[in-house]
């Protein structure tokens, strides 16, 4: 299991609500409406952000909006943090699960 991983599982562990799941063939956490919240893509965390969360996100060097593959088109809300952000990885978690939870 890589660090990625390990790290993902102790956070979706410590999300009362939190569901685990999968989304493009990844890991990653449901809320209980059944709308993905983040998810483990390869050395990153990919969170759905908005507003402020967003905005401090993608103003780490390194983080951009997510896109899974390179002819792809972005995808809007998905924030990719990698493993160098680890630390801010669990707010993260917590900030993008209350978020989505929000979404119909």
């Known amino acids: 299991m890589t660090r990625t991983e390990e ?9 009362p609500e ?40 993608l103003s780490l060097d390194g983080c951009e909006v ?5 002819e792809r088109p972005p995808m809007g809300g998905w924030i990719r943090v990698p493993v160098d952000y680890e630390n801010k ?6 900030k993008s699960l209350a978020y989505v939870k929000t979404l119909k």
């Not at 790290?7 to 999300?15: G, K, R, V």
């Not at 997510?66 to 390179?70: D, S």
């Not at 990885?89 to 917590?94: G, K, T, V, Y």
């Open 66 to 70: 997510f896109r899974p593959m390179p």
């Open 89 to 94: 990885w669990p707010a993260l978690a917590a």
């Open 18 to 57: 939190a569901k685990k799941s999968k989304m493009f063939g990844a890991i990653c956490v449901k809320a209980p409406n059944g709308k993905a919240a983040f998810m483990a893509w390869k050395d990153n965390l990919v969170f759905k952000l908005e507003g402020e969360a967003q905005k401090e996100a």
């Open 7 to 15: 790290l993902f599982h102790e956070i979706a562990e410590s999300l």
